[in-house]
């Protein structure tokens, strides 16, 4: 049973447009939420990560909204390029030894 | 820095044969993991090692077995190769301390194919 739930699996979107990528999880003992960028032939890589202490986090075109209440959380990709083309995990895990729960994934494509 | 390296790139085995996938990195991590990535499951951890001298199981351990050889390495082993465990293999580490949760870096990937 997959722990974090992830969705949509592949997304196609305009260049200049706005990617958004949901991710859903039960275990309310989860306390950090990273996502992870990974471009073909290449291992994942951070890309921004959230603690449940806030309902939002930017950096740069990229931002994570996260709902507690709804255990709901996504990733947003303002300003989408084609550089951006990569598959995006959401992953979650709690405790001290980085048990990570990643969600199945989703391959962006952005159309120039 | 190399970061975290991954031997071999790519391999194909016959079923039952068996084979060790290896991992090293040199950013003085204590903790090092071994997910397995198939499309349409994410990445699915097999083996942790918290610190040198210590391994766990992670989601997806049967058919494998692990050595935390030092620091330094740590290596993946598959005694009986199945067809099942046709995946591409990733060795990650991090830094794990006190309340800390520590970026994982993760290594290129071994494309493992067993016919």
């Known amino acids: 049973q997959q722990q974090v739930k992830q969705s949509p699996q592949s997304l196609i979107v305009q260049k200049g447009g706005i990617s958004i990528i949901n991710c859903a999880y039960e275990n309310t003992a989860f306390d950090y939420f990273p996502w992870y960028q990974q471009f073909p032939g290449k291992g994942p890589a951070l890309l921004i990560a959230?603690?449940?202490?806030?309902s939002e986090k930017k950096e740069g075109r990229f931002t994570i909204s996260f709902n507690k209440s709804a255990k709901q959380f996504s990733l947003h990709i303002m300003d989408s390029q084609p550089g951006d083309s990569a598959t995006y995990f959401c992953?979650?895990?709690?405790?001290?030894?980085?048990?990570?729960?990643f969600g199945s994934g989703t391959k962006l494509n952005v159309k120039p | 820095n190399a970061g975290v390296t991954q031997t071999p790139k790519f391999q194909v085995l016959k079923t039952g044969q068996s084979m060790t996938l290896q991992c090293a990195q040199d950013m003085n991590h204590n903790s090092m993991y071994w997910y397995r990535q198939d499309p349409g499951m994410g990445l699915r951890l097999i083996y942790y090692?918290?610190?040198?001298?210590?391994?766990d199981k992670g989601e997806v351990p049967n058919g494998y077995n692990v050595s935390r050889l030092n620091k330094r390495e740590f290596s993946l082993r598959l005694e009986s190769a199945a067809p099942s465990q046709t995946s591409v293999y990733f060795c990650a580490s991090s830094e794990v301390g006190g309340l800390a949760i520590g970026e994982q870096f993760f290594g290129p990937g071994t494309r493992l194919t067993v016919l």
């Open positions: 959230i603690r449940p202490d806030v």
């Open positions: 090692s918290a610190s040198e001298g210590t391994t």
């Open positions: 992953a979650a895990t709690f405790g001290r030894f980085n048990k990570f729960y």
